[in-house]
């Protein structure tokens, strides 16, 4: 479903992302840990069109994203770290205009808005100005605005910031049935305990360089994945 080769992205002389080659396949929650700065936010925004990168090339279930970006992003969804959403319109009129971008039938789209804002306990709040919600409740309307039109692949930047336990565990059921149905996962956290629980494959990244990826339980093996994190972090051989 996504396929990173070789991804370098510079930053005057420094490398953001060296070297990066990773492959998520449809049906994988894929977990991507790294310090802060080690070049998963950059890789995040480089797969999905928005920043540009200097080597490599990304195929998102065998497109380019530098040849046909339009196409790319029909087939994914975006929650970035700190959601910028129109403070200016209530939080059914910003669902509505993303289900107008990917072009979500009048029907479908009424049907996953009840289904996803009930899910997440936002229904009584769409009609208010999203400027009036807490973090948490912009985080729950971008979760929703992101599974509107079924993504095929789903990339998000530390999803669960934000977001209340029973949200956090009702957001994790959303993925992994996004998975059942042939999605695919690929994000970030710094939430290791449910990286290890929730992810089918993880991949380290340390300074712009991946330094281990694999079945959860094979990076793991006999640890915790917070143990072979800080390890790795530790290692400067």
């Known amino acids: 479903m996504l396929r990173i080769e070789h991804l370098t992205k510079k930053y005057d002389q420094y490398k953001a992302v060296d070297d990066l080659s990773l492959h998520i396949e449809k049906g994988t929650i894929y977990g991507f840990i790294g310090h802060n700065g080690a070049g998963k936010t950059t890789t995040l925004k480089s797969v999905v ?24 992003k029909k087939k994914m969804a975006y929650i970035p770290d700190n959601p910028d ?14 289900a107008d971008v990917y072009k979500v039938s009048q ?38 605005a992101a599974f509107i039109h079924e993504p095929q692949l789903m990339i998000m930047d530390e999803p669960f910031v934000g977001l209340d336990p029973k949200a956090s565990h009702l957001l994790k059921q959303m993925m992994r049935d996004l998975c059942d149905r042939g999605g695919a996962i690929f994000f ?39 143990d072979v994190f800080l390890e790795l972090e530790n290692d400067d051989a």
């Open 49 to 72: 069109g928005i920043l540009p990168f200097d080597e490599g090339e990304i195929w998102v279930d065998g497109v380019s994203i530098q040849k046909n970006p339009l196409e790319c």
């Open 85 to 98: 959403l129109y403070e200016y319109l209530s939080g059914v009129q910003y669902l509505n205009f993303v």
């Open 107 to 144: 029907a479908d789209r009424e049907q996953r808005i009840k289904k996803y804002a009930d899910m997440l306990e936002l229904t009584d709040d769409l009609a208010q100005p999203i400027s009036a919600y807490s973090h948490g409740m912009k985080q729950k309307l971008a979760v929703i």
């Open 188 to 226: 970030s956290t710094h939430v290791l305990e449910v990286a290890e629980k929730l992810c089918d494959k993880i991949a380290i990244i340390k300074n712009g360089k991946l330094v281990i990826s694999g079945r959860t339980q094979d990076v793991t093996q006999n640890d915790t994945l917070e």
